[in-house]
């Protein structure tokens, strides 16, 4: 897997996973609504982490630095 993620954009899913891990604990009337932001959380931490997104590849965009 090549980067595809900069590193602002890196940086910008990072602080959003986070901020929807929160808002996941604190949705307590719609289960759903509460998995779904947990989910995507994790997508989001994982994706600014590894700095690879597939749907970036699929679309053809990247905001890696070129070497």
Do not use: Q
């Not at 929807?20 to 609504?33: N, Q």
């Not at 947990?38 to 600014?48: E, K, Q």
């Amino acid at each position: 897997m090549t980067k595809n993620v900069g590193t602002n954009d890196s940086r910008l899913r990072i602080a959003l996973g986070i901020i929807l891990l929160i808002l996941a604990l604190f949705v307590t009337s719609a289960t759903w609504l509460s998995v779904l932001l947990f989910i995507l959380g994790i997508v989001s931490i994982f994706t600014g982490f590894s700095g690879f997104c597939a749907l970036y590849t699929l679309f053809g965009i990247n905001t890696a630095k070129k070497e």
